[in-house]
């Protein structure tokens, strides 16, 4: 799987010749941001997982700097932030919000009465602007519960990534030896 993956990945000279890369080229170019191993992947899952619930179309830059702020792989952190998309951002900020509401009442915080959860009306002849501006009236409405989940629910869902990725290495690993062992005692038979 390493060397599929390894195929895809493009080098620190690809990097350093693209005009839009090119002054990044030095950050981007740190070797640990295209390394495969089990606490690069484990913290590109979790960026990715943070950085997929930052609103609006800044996830793939949120992504970006962090794994370079972190040091973590690059590429599995943006491909990671795909998991929030239009069918599946209505139901996250659900949850979301259902959690801040859970966490104001211990943050000493109350609700405002008759708060609730109700997904964005959009009308179907929306052009773009519209579209746009429904999103952020629907957003602001939602108020502090979504606030204080949002970033609650993002770094759970990095946390679970991370110790998940771990887990399944750990697995993967242990399975390895597992047959090697085997296959040593079936050899030597």
Request: charged share 15%.
């Amino acid at each position: 799987m390493k060397k599929l993956i390894r195929n895809y990945l493009p080098d620190s000279d690809s990097l350093r010749r693209n005009r839009w890369l090119a002054p990044f080229a030095d950050s981007l170019g740190h070797p640990r941001l295209w390394r495969l191993n089990r606490h690069s992947c484990a913290g590109g899952v979790a960026v990715g997982l943070f950085s997929g619930l930052i609103p609006g179309p800044l996830q793939m830059l949120g992504a970006a700097l962090l794994s370079v702020l972190l040091r973590v792989n690059l590429p599995l952190a943006m491909l990671v932030t795909f998991y929030t998309n239009p069918l599946t951002i209505v139901p996250l900020y659900a949850v979301a919000w259902a959690y801040g509401r859970a966490v104001m009442p211990l943050l000493g915080m109350t609700l405002p009465a008759g708060a609730r959860f109700s997904a964005p009306h959009i009308p179907d002849d929306a052009g773009f602007a519209d579209w746009m501006d429904a999103l952020v009236t629907w957003f602001m409405a939602l108020g502090e519960p979504l606030l204080i989940g949002l970033p609650l629910l993002a770094l759970t869902l990095a946390a679970l990534g991370y110790v998940a990725v771990l887990g399944l290495w750990r697995w993967h690993l242990v399975r390895a030896w597992q047959r090697r062992a085997e296959s040593r005692k079936a050899r030597s038979c």
